[in-house]
């Protein structure tokens, strides 16, 4: 019933053959090869201590679909969880998941999560970089407070694409032809160089004191390219294109300077009691030098 049963205070590396198996010690993990398991009432692998790390060495981490527990599951009060270089699909039971990791302090890297309930879905503090997440049942990426996701791409899933927590720094994204939002950030995040495109509600929203730069957002549906429902956000140099609407301000008290705009139903929708710069339709050359602050729309 347990492979490994392993008293504290021991060295511990292991060469993983079987799943599923609960790590209790502070231990390097590696895959051996593609790991599958045929229980629908344990996790594949549960992580009981802090400082584990698991390389899946390329291999998969395959779980028995509908009615799964979780891929890789790590108790809420562990921390220093590293995962990284595999694929977890098929961890599709109610409110499961590919990796679901509570703790704190955790990193993720070049992790493929497909076909499961979360993706990948981390406590607070954690940094996830160049991991994918496709056509997951809810969101593909989703991490809590002061959090850190980078260089990451999640397509195809069926609530939003990346979700972050407050004060967290979303940067170098892709969230595509998702079912909710592209990207969602919380209270006094930034979310910077990400492209949102396709997603049937918004490329981009975010709530209060955060800041939205440099981002393109293309042909969201039934959304905004950008949409913030709070004040002290900065909205800043994005191009937004084709979507339902192209800006979308929801409250005053917001900074709204050098976007560009086209071809959305409305390619501002800004409510009164706002700092936006004046915007202005079919820009001129002379007008980029006259009016560095502008908003453009043409």
């Keep these: 019933t347990d492979n490994y049963a392993i008293a504290s205070g021991n060295q511990l590396n292991i060469l993983l053959c079987e799943v599923p198996e609960n790590i209790d010690w502070p231990a390097s993990v590696k895959f051996a090869g593609t790991l599958i398991c045929s229980s629908t009432s344990t996790n594949g692998i549960t992580v009981n201590a802090d400082d584990v790390t698991i390389n899946m060495d390329g291999h998969a981490l395959v779980g028995p679909g509908a009615n799964s527990w979780y891929g890789i599951y790590q108790v809420s009060n562990r921390r220093n969880l590293r995962v990284h270089n595999g694929k977890v699909v098929q961890w599709r039971g109610e409110s499961k998941g590919g990796v679901y990791a509570f703790g704190k302090n955790n990193q993720f890297d070049h992790i493929q999560a497909a076909t499961n309930y979360y993706g990948i879905y981390g406590g607070a503090g954690g940094t996830i970089s160049d991991c994918a997440a496709y056509n997951n049942s809810e969101d593909g990426i989703h991490f809590g407070v002061g959090s850190r996701i980078s260089d990451c ?118 409510v009164g009691g706002n700092h936006d710069a004046q915007v202005i339709n079919n820009p001129s050359t002379a007008f980029f030098s006259t009016n560095p602050w502008a908003n453009f729309s043409f």
């Design 153 to 270: 791409t999640a397509s195809y899933n069926t609530g939003n694409g990346i979700t972050a927590g407050a004060s967290s720094t979303i940067s170098g994204c892709t969230a595509y032809n998702n079912g909710e939002d592209g990207i969602y950030g919380a209270i006094g995040s930034m979310i910077s160089g990400c492209t949102a495109s396709y997603n049937t509600g918004n490329g981009i929203q975010a709530s209060s004191d955060s800041k939205i730069s440099g981002n393109t957002c293309d042909n969201n549906g039934d959304g905004a390219g950008i949409h913030v429902t709070g004040s002290g956000n900065r909205i800043d140099s994005n191009h937004v294109t084709d979507n339902l609407r192209g800006i979308d301000v929801d409250a005053s008290g917001n900074l709204i300077i050098r976007n560009s705009a086209s071809g959305n139903g409305t390619n501002y929708a800004i």
